[in-house]
């Protein structure tokens, strides 16, 4: 090789620089990746499976049943930690002193006695080291044994071994998988019984592979719940499954989970955890140190939950419960509606199938004023309700029967001409008795020989020229919808796209913003006349498994008397609302009693008012309570022996020897009186009673929200 095919680096000739001979060098290769760039993690169905197959026994209403270990329901007697060491401690000297006694023969030889009556002389008196050991000292430690089990019981041995070495001990044990069974529910059994095995293989097989969720196991179940009812068949169901797998029966919306998830929730029970029961001793013992949870067979009762600003109603409460019933909508099992001011944190819009923004221009969906009905007379009581409803007396007899009527007069006619209900514009014409929209409206009856109807209007009209007429106050109150803000809404010409509650037949979630900045009266109405369309619609469903829940975020000046009976139907009509509300204050007193009882789950926030605390003492009652007098007077000592004896005393107690007289009676005390529920409640907890519609109840309980 010549001198030009030696250059260095820089392009310059060099001399060859000597190297030492050895082999030749390999470039490094880095490690082969284990798995191709960009392809996800190869899933695993193990966490999902240990979820499935972890216990949920039955339980109290109200306790969080996934993991659940159940309690006795009596709390045991536990002695105070000193005095239970201390008596360990002298039980033990005790029997150290005692066989000390009796090895030293301070105590006789009556001891030995049951040796020699039991023994024969030749075993007593071997010359055999072996039997000697045997015999004599086998029986000092049956008599070691039999001091010891004494005084154990009498220094309760066991009681200090378990509540202060045991726990030190205890090491978590492994969980080893479970084998597959026919039991097993990861396995289908319910599907195999029925002769499904192709479709349980195919389920279960991605339930082990991790292609399966919670919502998709709920689902599915639902939907074979469908087939045992009868509402599809059999081979429709093994085909949607053996095509799709987990993703068959899915829900119109093509979702499969929410879009993201801030509270525990356990679709299999369907409850979810709103936080942990206090270890307080106004708690029942079964209950302490359990979660808490709500599933449908308690918000089936409906709920009430009243507390200030900032107690955590929307966070701690409606949240998550929303949460839940979103996920049971996307299971098939509810139908829910929730209404609360915009910028609520109600979830986002992608959990929602429909979203209302009432007032905002870029608003998709629209609100339908009259429910989706076309009967005149049951939009006219759905609307009365929700204009004049709060105007109403609340004593009994109180009702917006008026004002329907006046209502009725007016949508018969217009329905009957236009075949559809009037807008907000036209609807505020006719009820201040406009000229023309009256005259165009009398017009068009007599072109179609309504003559009914002509006699409905001829009477609307007499009654306007009396001064007691509710017309006026009707009009008044729509024009307040009559808005510029409004103005693209409640449209019925068929030109928006309007919700209606009747769409609560199919599993449907639903979100509806209230435009309360600026129109704190209109939201109230609107907030009405959702109830009151929510409360027509469920009573006419055909489907009533599907659970249907609306959930009003704040309830002020939406309770009214009509409001109050309908949420009493509604446990047998297989729905629930949730209510929310800042004070008491902002429901006429009238109607506190029974709202508070036409509801099944009532809950006070910390920060209650006495006044309000009074309300809910009256309903949670009173219980009967073994009160305990105790009268202590001290001992004094006069001899050095018992002074002697009163200090030990109060070294094993640490208390001063006293003569106690305990006097035990049973006494009728409020469950929570006012004063503790205004000041008794810590930050961040509740007070919550429970009611199922099977009729099982839960007593006030004392809840930790953010536990």
């Not at 060099?14 to 190869?42: D, T, W, Y």
């Not at 150290?96 to 009796?102: A, G, K, P, T």
């Not at 001011?341 to 870029?362: F, M, S, T």
């Not at 928006?496 to 900045?517: G, K, N, Q």
Request: glycine content about 10%; hydrophobic content about 40%.
């Amino acid at each position: 090789m010549d001198s030009d095919g030696m250059r260095d680096a820089r392009g310059t000739h060099a001399n060859p620089v000597p190297r030492p001979a050895g082999p030749p060098e390999v470039p490094s290769v880095p490690p082969r990746p284990p798995a191709p760039p960009g392809a996800p993690p190869l899933p695993d169905g193990s966490a999902f499976v240990t979820w499935l197959r972890t216990p949920r026994p039955e339980a109290l209403p109200g306790v969080w049943r996934f993991g659940h270990r159940p309690r006795s329901a009596q709390e045991p007697e536990q002695m105070p930690s000193r005095q239970l060491l201390t008596g360990a401690l002298i039980a033990f000297l005790v029997g150290w002193l005692i066989w000390s006694l009796l090895a030293n023969g301070y105590l006789g030889g009556w001891w030995i006695l049951p040796l020699e009556l039991l023994t024969p002389d030749s075993w007593r008196t071997s010359d055999s080291q072996i039997v000697n050991l045997v015999v004599w000292d086998g029986y000092t430690l049956l008599v070691v044994l039999a001091i010891m089990v004494g005084v154990g019981r009498l220094g309760r041995w066991d009681e200090v071994w378990r509540r202060f070495v045991k726990p030190r001990l205890r090491r978590p044990e492994p969980r080893e998988p479970q084998p597959v069974t026919e039991e097993d529910p990861v396995g289908w059994p319910a599907l195999r019984a029925a002769g499904a095995h192709d479709a349980a293989e195919r389920l279960a097989g991605e339930a082990r592979q991790g292609l399966m969720r919670d919502v998709d196991h709920a689902r599915i179940t639902r939907a074979w719940q469908g087939v045992l009812g009868g509402r599809h068949s059999l081979a429709s169901f093994t085909g949607a499954v053996l095509s799709h797998g987990a993703g068959a029966c899915p829900h119109p919306s093509g979702a499969r989970d929410l879009p993201v998830r801030q509270a525990r929730h356990d679709l299999v029970t369907g409850q979810v955890r709103l936080g942990t029961t206090a270890d307080d001793a106004r708690n029942p013992y079964a209950y302490r140190g359990t979660g808490l949870a709500l599933d449908p067979d308690l918000l089936g009762t409906s709920l009430l939950a009243v507390g200030p600003a900032g107690s955590g109603k929307t966070g701690s409460v409606v949240r998550p419960l929303t949460e839940s019933l979103c996920l049971h909508a996307l299971a098939g099992r509810a139908a829910v509606v929730v209404v609360g001011a915009a910028g609520a944190h109600l979830g986002p819009a992608d959990a929602y199938d429909v979203v209302v923004r009432v007032g905002h221009p870029d608003s998709v969906y629209d609100l339908d004023l009259y429910g989706g009905t076309t009967d005149p007379d049951e939009a006219a009581a759905v609307l009365a309700e929700a204009l004049v409803g709060d105007l109403t007396d609340a004593h009994a007899g109180g009702d917006t029967r008026r004002s329907t009527t006046v209502l009725a007069q007016l949508l018969g006619p217009f329905h009957a001409v236009h075949g559809r209900f009037p807008g907000v514009p036209e609807l505020r014409q006719l009820l201040d008795g406009t000229p023309g929209p009256l005259a165009a409206l009398r017009e068009g009856l007599r072109a179609a020989g309504h003559e009914s109807l002509l006699r409905e209007l001829d009477a609307r009209e007499r009654q306007m020229a009396h001064p007691g007429d509710v017309g006026g106050v009707l009009a008044d109150r729509v024009a307040l919808l009559d808005r510029p803000a409004f103005a693209p809404f409640f449209d019925t010409s068929g030109q928006t796209r309007p919700f209606s509650l009747r769409a609560l037949d199919h599993p449907v979630r639903v979100r509806i913003d209230l435009p309360e900045r600026g129109h704190a009266d209109a939201s109230r109405m609107l907030a009405r006349l959702v109830l009151a369309q929510f409360t027509a619609s469920v009573s006419v469903r055909e489907d009533r498994s599907l659970f249907a829940c609306l959930v009003l975020d704040d309830a002020s000046g939406v309770i009214t008397p009509e409001a109050v009976r309908a949420v009493q139907r509604l446990r047998s009509a297989g729905a629930g609302v949730v209510l929310t509300l800042r004070t008491l204050d902002d429901v006429p007193r009238p109607l506190r009693g029974p709202l508070l009882g036409s509801v099944g789950c009532r809950m006070a926030l910390a920060g209650l008012t006495p006044w309000d605390g009074q309300d809910f003492a009256a309903v949670w009652g009173k219980e009967w309570t073994d009160a305990t007098d105790v009268t202590d007077r001290q001992i004094i000592a006069e001899t050095p022996a018992g002074k002697a004896v009163h200090m030990l005393r109060r070294v094993i107690t640490g208390k001063a020897p006293t003569a106690r007289a305990v006097t035990v009676r049973q006494v009728e005390r409020e469950r929570w009186s006012a004063s503790e529920l205004a000041h008794a409640v810590p930050a961040g907890h509740a007070v919550l009673s429970l009611t199922s519609v099977k009729g099982e109840h839960a007593p006030p309980l004392l809840v930790d929200l953010r536990g």
